[in-house]
């Protein structure tokens, strides 16, 4: 795979992850956060630092994704046959 669609997969990745690591600790408090009836044991930047990089993987598979599905074939290779059940 070549570096410009690396970068197109990986540069609006980072943005919307930004964006939801925004909008999610506006709402939520590291500090609050309980796995079972105990903290979580991490400081606010460890929290901040593992989510941000969860979001940015999640996004990036994402965006792979759509890039996969747009993928053109080359030039060369004809359309596949289409079945045709119906006798015209």
């Known amino acids: ?17 930004s964006l939801i690591e925004l909008v999610v600790f506006a709402l939520v408090d590291p500090s ?3 796995w079972g009836r105990e903290g979580l044991g991490y400081t606010r930047q ?3 630092t593992a989510s941000f990089f969860l979001f940015w993987v999640m996004s990036a598979a994402a965006c792979a994704l759509a ?6 074939p080359p030039e060369g290779d004809a359309p596949p046959e289409r079945f045709n059940a119906r006798a015209d």
């Open 46 to 48: 460890a929290v901040y």
């Open 32 to 34: 609050d956060l309980r």
């Open 67 to 72: 890039v996969a599905l747009t993928v053109e």
């Open 1 to 17: 795979m070549s570096a410009r669609r690396w970068i197109a997969i990986l540069w609006p990745a980072f943005l919307v992850a």
